[in-house]
């Protein structure tokens, strides 16, 4: 019975923590973003995140990150007419089509570990 519970215990501790948490942006207005609160991964799968812009379109938006003890990041913006959308910086990829944009991974490992956030601006 306890190789059980400690071998679910080591496959929980072996899951990816991505935590996703939206970003308000000053003078927006009544636009915001909605996104997953977290996602979890295995070394070696893929994964995306999703953000989704609600009540208006055309706006910029960014993907940032945070990992523990370091300053906030911009991985990807993506300009208000969505023009230019498609970014790779491995290893990790972003793309916008319309109000969504996704982040994602093609072989997650543990450097992957971080709070990701979503933003929208009306202006760069």
């Not at 948490?21 to 994964?47: K, R």
């Not at 995140?49 to 370091?70: F, I, P, V």
Request: proline share 3%; charged share 15%.
């Amino acid at each position: 019975m306890e190789e059980t519970v400690q071998g679910k215990a080591d496959i929980m501790w072996r899951h990816l923590l991505l935590s996703a948490l939206l970003l308000w942006a000053p003078g927006v207005g009544s636009a915001y973003v909605e996104q997953l609160p977290f996602l979890t991964g295995v070394p070696g799968e893929s994964q995306t995140l999703q953000c989704t812009l609600k009540e208006t379109s055309h706006y910029w938006m960014y993907w940032y990150w945070q990992k523990e003890a370091e300053e906030l990041g911009q991985l990807f913006y993506s300009s208000g007419d969505g023009s230019g959308t498609n970014f790779t910086a491995e290893p990790m990829s972003a793309w916008r089509k319309n109000n969504n944009w996704h982040l994602q991974w093609k072989n997650l490992s543990w450097s992957d570990s971080a709070v990701y956030y979503c933003a929208c601006s009306t202006a760069q």
